[in-house]
T-cell receptor, first 117, second 110 residues
C-alpha cells in the first residue's frame, strides 16, 4: 500500500492564482481530511469528508473548496490564492473503529509546501 | 480560540531523562485524545491515544496520563533517546473534527 499520497510536494503561486492540491489513499478509508500547518499554530482542520459525496467544513475553511467523488481521492482547491495561505498542507485519512463512524487513527500524507507570493 | 492548549513550546532533555508535555482542554464533548509525533519534512504519525474513561495508558516508553476532572492530559516519554527528538502534538476529537495543540519541539541531548 502507498498509504496517503499528496501532490505536488512544493508549489509557488502568485496572488490570485488558483490551484488544486491532490490527495489520494489506497486503504479504502471512509474519512479524509485536510489540514494546514503554520508555525506556532499546530495543525488546523480545513475540510473533511466522511464518505464519497459528503464534505463538511473544519476550523479554517474560507478560501478553500473540496469535493469527494470517490473514496480514494479528496482534492483541495484554492480559489484565489492569498499570501495568508502560505503554509504546509497535510491530507489525512481514517477508518471507522466501530458503529457510528468513530474515526480515530489518522494516517497523514507527506505534505505539500505552498508559497503564495 | 485554541481548543487544546499545549505546553511547553520547546523542551530539552538529557538522554535517559523523562520528557513531559502537557495539554489542557475545555470542551467536555471531546471523546478521544491522541498524541502525534512529527519529524522534520514528514507528516505527523500517531504515537499513542487514550479515551476519557481511562486515566493512564502505557505503550513501551510512552505513557499518557489523563485527568478528566481537571481536563488535562499529558505525554510522558521515559528514558528519552536522541531518536525521540521531534515535534509532538496533542489532539482531541468531538465527533468528526480533530483539534490539535500548537506542538512541542523536543530535543534529546546525548
Amino acid at each position: 500500500n502507498a498509504g496517503v499520497t499528496q501532490t505536488p510536494k512544493f508549489q509557488v503561486l502568485k496572488t490570485g492564482q488558483s490551484m488544486t492540491l491532490q490527495c489520494a489513499q489506497d486503504m479504502n478509508h471512509e474519512y479524509m481530511s485536510w489540514y494546514r500547518q503554520d508555525p506556532g499554530m499546530g495543525l488546523r482542520l480545513i475540510h473533511y469528508s466522511v464518505g464519497a459525496g459528503i464534505t463538511d467544513q473544519g476550523e479554517v475553511p474560507n478560501g478553500y473548496n473540496v469535493s469527494r467523488s470517490t473514496t480514494e481521492d479528496f482534492p483541495l482547491r484554492l480559489l484565489s490564492a492569498a499570501p495568508s495561505q502560505t503554509s504546509v498542507y497535510f491530507c489525512a485519512s481514517s477508518y471507522s473503529a466501530g458503529a457510528g463512524g468513530a474515526w480515530e487513527t489518522q494516517y497523514f500524507g507527506p505534505g505539500t509546501r505552498l508559497l503564495v507570493l | 480560540q485554541q481548543q487544546v492548549k499545549q505546553s511547553p513550546q520547546s523542551l530539552i532533555v538529557q538522554k535517559g531523562g523523562i520528557s513531559i508535555i502537557n495539554c489542557a482542554y475545555e470542551n467536555t464533548a471531546f471523546d478521544y485524545f491522541p498524541w502525534y509525533q512529527q519529524f522534520p519534512g514528514k507528516g505527523p504519525a500517531l504515537l499513542i491515544a487514550i479515551r476519557p474513561d481511562v486515566s493512564e495508558k502505557k505503550e513501551g516508553r510512552f505513557t499518557i496520563s489523563f485527568n478528566k476532572s481537571a481536563k488535562q492530559f499529558s505525554l510522558h516519554i521515559m528514558d528519552s533517546q536522541p531518536g525521540d527528538s521531534a515535534t509532538y502534538f496533542c489532539a482531541a476529537k468531538p465527533g468528526n473534527q480533530f483539534y490539535f495543540g500548537t506542538g512541542t519541539s523536543l530535543t534529546v541531548i546525548p
